[in-house]
T-cell receptor
C-alpha cells in the first residue's frame, strides 16, 4: 500500500512569512497532486507534478517533485490570509492516496 | 465552474433513518466515481469506488450494507447511509474524472451529514 506522509500537520504563521509543506513516501508515484480545501468545500486541485525534479510555479506557490518521484514540496512565499486552508498532497492515479493534510493559518 | 455536483450540501437526520447523497458529473461521463469520508481537520479517507453498471468496491473496514452505493448511469452515483447513527456524522465527498481522459479527479463540494 502506498502511503504519503505529510508535514507539518499544522502551521500558524504571520502574513508575509514563507513556509514549506512536505510530502514524503517510500514508494514511487507516477504523479503527485496538491489540493487546497476550505471548510465545508471539496478539495480544489492546485497542481499535478509528473516528472522527477519538476518545479511548477503558481503565483506565490512553488511545487517541486523529487528526482526519485517519492517526495514533493509546496513552498509559499509571502503568505497571505487568503492562503489559509487545508493543503493535501495525493498520489496514486484515480484511486488517490492522500497525505494527512496540513492546516495552514495565516494571521494578518 | 463546477464539473462535479454533490447534493445535498448538508443534511440533518434522526438516528435510524437513511440518507441518500447524490454525486453527478455535469458535463462528462464517468464510469468510475469515488466516495470519501472526512472528519474535521483531517484528510480524506477513501470509502469505496463506484463502478457504473456493477457493484461498488469497498475499502477495508467500510461496511457495504451500511453505505450503499449505486452507479446506475454514467453521470450519477449515489451513496445511501442506512440506519444512520450519530457516529456516521461526517463530511462525505465524491470525485470523478472524465472517462478515458487521464485527467485529474474533480471533487464535489461535499455533504455535511449530522445525525441526531
Amino acid at each position: 500500500t502506498q502511503l504519503l506522509e505529510q508535514s507539518p500537520q499544522f502551521l500558524s504563521i504571520q502574513e508575509g512569512e514563507n513556509l514549506t509543506v512536505y510530502c514524503n513516501s517510500s514508494s514511487v508515484f507516477s504523479s503527485l497532486q496538491w489540493y487546497r480545501q476550505e471548510p465545508g468545500e471539496g478539495p480544489v486541485l492546485l497542481v499535478t507534478v509528473v516528472t522527477g525534479g519538476e518545479v511548477k510555479k503558481l503565483k506565490r506557490l512553488t511545487f517541486q517533485f523529487g528526482d526519485a518521484r517519492k517526495d514533493s514540496s509546496l513552498h509559499i512565499t509571502a503568505a497571505q490570509p487568503g492562503d489559509t486552508g487545508l493543503y493535501l498532497c495525493a498520489g496514486g492515479g484515480n484511486k488517490l492516496v492522500f497525505g494527512a493534510g496540513t492546516i495552514l493559518r495565516v494571521k494578518s | 465552474g463546477a464539473v462535479v455536483s454533490q447534493h445535498p450540501s448538508w443534511v440533518i437526520c434522526k438516528s435510524g433513518t437513511s440518507v441518500k447523497i447524490e454525486c453527478r458529473s455535469l458535463d462528462f461521463q464517468a464510469t468510475t466515481m469515488f466516495w470519501y469520508r472526512q472528519f474535521p481537520k483531517q484528510s480524506l479517507m477513501l470509502m469505496a469506488t463506484s463502478n457504473e453498471g456493477s457493484k461498488a468496491t469497498y475499502e477495508q473496514g467500510v461496511e457495504k450494507d451500511k453505505f450503499l452505493i449505486n452507479h446506475a448511469s454514467l453521470t450519477l452515483s449515489t451513496l445511501t447511509v442506512t440506519s444512520a447513527h450519530p457516529e456516521d456524522s461526517s463530511f462525505y465527498i465524491c470525485s470523478a474524472n472524465r472517462q478515458g481522459s487521464g485527467s485529474p479527479l474533480h471533487f464535489g463540494n461535499g455533504t455535511r451529514l449530522t445525525v441526531t
